[in-house]
């Protein structure tokens, strides 16, 4: 038996050791190709996803739900507290909304006068998040709307109040939304009051600094951060948050949306921005021409002396 | 008794392929949309590297290159990277599985540290030389050490429940090392 293992070796080791170079090979070749032409391997990616995650639906609901019940469970503790907070906050809503009303008001009034048409194609989608990134590096959330439902990559995704991210990558049944957070997201937006352009640059943190300001001292924390539209994948004026100072001085935003649970997003469909093809005909006005028109005798003789 | 090994193996093999996609499923749930403070450990790759070091024969190469690359798909990190570091992680304790049965575990663990600290290193390094955007580095390293220091609790809790224990010196491997 010991001079079969032998044998078996003798051949078995330089076969395992191709195998093994194979494999590697095999693998970088993947990631080499993923570098070169990442849109092709993420489309297999959407698909490997989009095969598995929606069959794991049955068993994942239950247990996040009851993960969630015990951390609910947890926060009981922490109740009589909650409530004296939850009561001052009352107290400043009240004022708050008393405001709002107001202003609620006037803004109809003056939408009136202008008479504005909101866009009608600002319509949306709402889909259920079915898993996370599952990893601490990557902030992602699969949601179970996809191609099926008409989703397009790029689309903006919100909550009820403000911008979570956009979808990046589409599978049949599934749709992956990249958060503001990750490490690879770049928005670009506009700062409210001083009306100043920057891009919103995701760091893993729930506060993503503001990059590529002209002039941070028309900054202050505090100040509106909407979306601004640049470059024409994104639309305009969707609440991102508000402007904070962080720790280490830099400028960072307050995301708007509740980050903490994330169950329903909308997914807002957006027209793609006008393609200017021609620039020609639309920078160069028509041929015409200006100041009062030959009177037509002049025309006629041109050569002809005045009476 | 060459057959009794071989279903043994093909056991161990289902074990550890139910465990690990139980990991995963724990990983994917919908529960940290928060970025967070801090990574725990890279359970899978603790399991993983577990078993390598103690029952070879349950984790076929195979697995394992199937496994990882399935999950680099999974949680969205560059296809294939994690994948190639992990195989030759594992092919490196696979061929030191015979002196981890005669040596201390100190010595075991240190080798499978220096293997992880490889690895995580070397993904760093790709990355930077493709200039991918990188996780932050404090992020990265406190997994790192967390992977290192699950080892020992993984090790522990696999023999106890398991029976997962370094293989003994007249055991019959089918592919892996010198027995």
């Not at chain 1, 202050?220 to 280490?248: C, I």
Request: aromatic share 8%.
């Amino acid at each position: 038996m010991a001079r079969d293992r032998q044998n078996r070796e003798d051949y078995v080791r330089p076969i395992r050791r191709l195998l093994v170079g194979l494999l590697v090979l095999a693998l970088m070749g993947v990631f080499v190709l993923w570098r070169i032409d990442s849109p092709r391997v993420e489309r297999v990616r959407a698909a490997v996803i989009d095969g598995i995650v929606p069959n794991l639906t049955w068993a994942m609901a239950p247990v996040t739900s009851m993960a969630n019940l015990i951390a609910d469970f947890q926060s009981y503790q922490a109740l009589s507290e909650q409530n004296r907070d939850l009561r001052r906050e009352l107290q400043q809503m009240r004022a708050w909304r008393e405001a709002a009303l107001q202003l609620e008001q006037e803004n109809a009034k003056l939408l009136d006068l202008n008479n504005v048409q909101l866009d009608p194609n600002f319509t949306f989608i709402t889909g259920v998040v079915l898993t996370d990134s599952g990893s601490p590096f990557r902030q992602s959330v699969l949601l179970n709307v996809g191609a099926r439902d008409g989703i397009l990559d790029g689309w903006p995704t919100m909550d009820g109040i403000g911008l979570i991210g956009r979808i990046s990558g589409v599978g049949q049944n599934t749709s992956r939304v990249l958060l503001l957070t990750d490490t690879s997201s770049r928005i670009p937006v506009v700062i409210q009051p001083s009306g100043q352009r920057a891009i919103l640059a995701g760091d893993n943190t729930i506060y993503p600094p503001i990059d590529f300001l002209d002039n941070p001292d028309l900054i202050r924390p505090g100040d509106r951060v909407v979306t601004s539209g640049d470059g024409g994948m994104f639309p305009g004026d969707l609440l991102v948050g508000q402007v904070a100072l962080g720790n280490d001085r830099r400028l960072r935003v307050r995301l708007a949306a509740d980050y903490e649970r994330l169950e329903f997003l909308r997914v807002l469909r957006s027209t793609p921005a006008e393609t200017i093809t021609d620039p020609g005909t639309l920078i160069i006005p028509p041929q015409q021409m200006f100041g009062p028109a030959l009177p037509a005798a002049a025309l006629a003789n041109p050569a002809g002396t005045d009476g | 008794m060459a057959e009794i090994a071989t279903q043994r193996n093909w056991v161990g093999r289902a074990i550890f392929l139910a465990l690990a996609f139980a990991v995963i499923f724990l990983q994917l749930l919908p529960l940290q949309t928060m970025p967070a403070t801090w990574a725990g450990p890279d359970l899978l790759l603790t399991i993983t590297v577990v078993w390598v070091s103690r029952q070879p024969d349950h984790v076929p190469i195979v697995l394992v290159a199937g496994l990882f690359f399935l999950v680099d798909l999974l949680l969205q990190r560059p296809p294939g990277l994690m994948a190639t570091l992990v195989l030759i992680l594992t092919e490196f304790l696979r061929a030191r599985t015979d002196g981890f049965r005669s040596l201390a575990f100190g010595f075991e663990w240190g080798t499978v540290a220096m293997g992880i600290i490889a690895v995580t290193l070397a993904n760093r390094f790709v990355l930077m030389i493709v200039m991918l955007p990188q996780a932050p580095l404090g992020l990265t390293l406190g997994q790192m050490v967390l992977t290192i220091m699950a080892y020992p609790v993984v090790a522990a809790a696999a023999f106890v429940t398991l029976g997962i224990r370094r293989a003994t010196a007249g055991e019959f491997t089918t592919f892996g090392g010198r027995a």
